[in-house]
């Protein structure tokens, strides 16, 4: 049965409720041990009121991870960052930080759901692209969305075409704004000599002038995205 919800449990941590946006965990995977890759997202980043790494679980059943600051960089991603938590390591966005935050800083996070971004051993990406590019087409608001959001993760330059046209003609207003996000991830990633890169560019310049703030917004901040890698791999950085 399609789920994109699941609930991880890490040794010595009350178990916690995680988004499941690759649809890599089912019936087969249930009560085995995987290696994972979380995302936090839309978070509240605030200043950890106590130097520790840990995970913890709020009144509400909502993981809290408290850690150090190891990384801070844009990559294929995005603007992201890694906080280890004793038990491992998670991903961030750094803008969502109340304030200014270096390597070294310790944080707190939290948000009621996480992103389960992949784990070893478990599925193709082809098979999940397969999945994702029918879910796209012809799902629901929800599984449009979270195809948009794969896609847009895997920098994946094969279905620039069909997250154009989710970003221009779907009926959500959510699933355009992720498409707007997909194609500048994978924009960041394109030479901008690249005919695709050219194409994004413009797609997500036709975005502007949606009717809607919300595409607007997503379409602009896409845009300074792609010239922020710009800026950031012409200075010798990593992408």
Request: charged share 30%; glycine share 8%; proline share 3%.
């Amino acid at each position: 049965m399609y789920t994109q919800d699941a609930i991880l449990e890490v040794e010595g941590v009350p178990t916690f409720n995680v988004y499941d946006p690759n649809c890599l965990v089912s019936s087969e995977v249930v009560g085995t041990k995987q290696a994972c890759e979380l995302y936090v997202f839309c978070a509240v980043v605030t200043d950890s009121p106590k130097r520790e790494r840990r995970i913890a679980v709020d009144g509400q059943n909502r993981p809290v991870f408290r850690g150090e600051v190891t990384s801070l960089n844009v990559g294929e991603r995005g603007r992201k960052g890694v906080l280890d938590v004793g038990a491992g390591t998670v991903l961030f966005s750094p803008s969502e930080a109340e304030e200014e935050l270096t390597v070294g800083s310790w944080i707190q996070i939290t948000r009621e759901a996480i992103h389960l971004l992949d784990f070893e051993g478990w599925d193709s990406y082809e098979a999940r692209a397969n999945r994702f590019v029918n879910r796209l087409r012809d799902g629901t608001e929800r599984e449009r969305r979270a195809a948009a959001h794969f896609f847009g993760e895997k920098t994946a330059k094969g279905y620039v075409d069909d997250l154009v046209s989710a970003l221009h003609y779907d009926d959500s207003i959510a699933v355009r704004c992720e498409a707007a996000t997909a194609l500048g991830r994978i924009g960041m990633t394109t030479h901008p000599d690249d005919g695709e890169r050219r194409r994004i560019e413009h797609e997500l310049g036709r975005a502007l002038k949606a009717e809607d703030d919300a595409v607007e917004e997503a379409a602009h901040m896409a845009l300074d995205d792609i010239r922020l890698s710009d800026k950031n791999h012409y200075h010798g950085r990593d992408w």
